[in-house]
């Protein structure tokens, strides 16, 4: 019962400080309109995983990093490449395999970061395996979570453009 006691004080000090980390006050994903109709290929709902990956990813690393308080972060994927074939592909393709087929993926974002003074920075960022061979035991959206976790940890940097 002792040691409960102990951890009381300090769970509530991880708690407030928790707290007054910076936070973004937004950080929104969206598709471009071009894409969506690309979207449609890759399935719906897969698409809609990788929107909530993305904004989850970036929330996730600009808090960690204490990073863009106040601001709001909006970003548009504009391509979206799977390693693996996704459940719609293989549905309307029936030759490709789960296992054995494999592409170079990855991912373009572009959009702003409207930082707490008003300030509007535009953002441009893809990322794509460089060969297949770099590909190799990758999952479906191996490429394009690590396409994620750069731009995010390039934003929570300052760093809003790059190609």
Do not use: C, H
Not at 30 to 51: I, N, Y
């Amino acid at each position: 019962m002792r040691r409960i006691a102990f951890l009381a004080p300090l769970a509530a000090a991880l708690a407030v400080s928790g707290a007054a980390a910076a936070q973004p006050s937004a950080v929104v994903v969206t598709v471009s309109p071009d894409f969506a109709k690309t979207a449609a290929e890759l399935g719906q709902r897969d698409v809609d995983q990788q929107v909530d990956d993305m904004r989850r990813t970036v929330e996730r690393v600009l808090v960690q990093r204490n990073a863009l308080d106040g601001a709001r972060v909006e970003l548009t994927i504009t391509d979206l490449k799977p390693n693996r074939p996704t459940l719609q592909q293989m549905g309307d393709k029936p030759g490709l395999d789960g296992m054995r087929s494999l592409s170079i993926g990855g991912a373009a974002v572009e959009g702003t970061v409207t930082l707490a003074s008003g300030e509007v920075q535009p953002v441009k960022f893809d990322y794509y395996t460089p060969t297949l061979a770099d590909a190799r035991g990758s999952t479906t959206w191996t490429d394009a979570q690590r396409a994620y976790d750069r731009l995010a940890r390039r934003l929570a940097d300052g760093r809003y453009t790059m190609r």
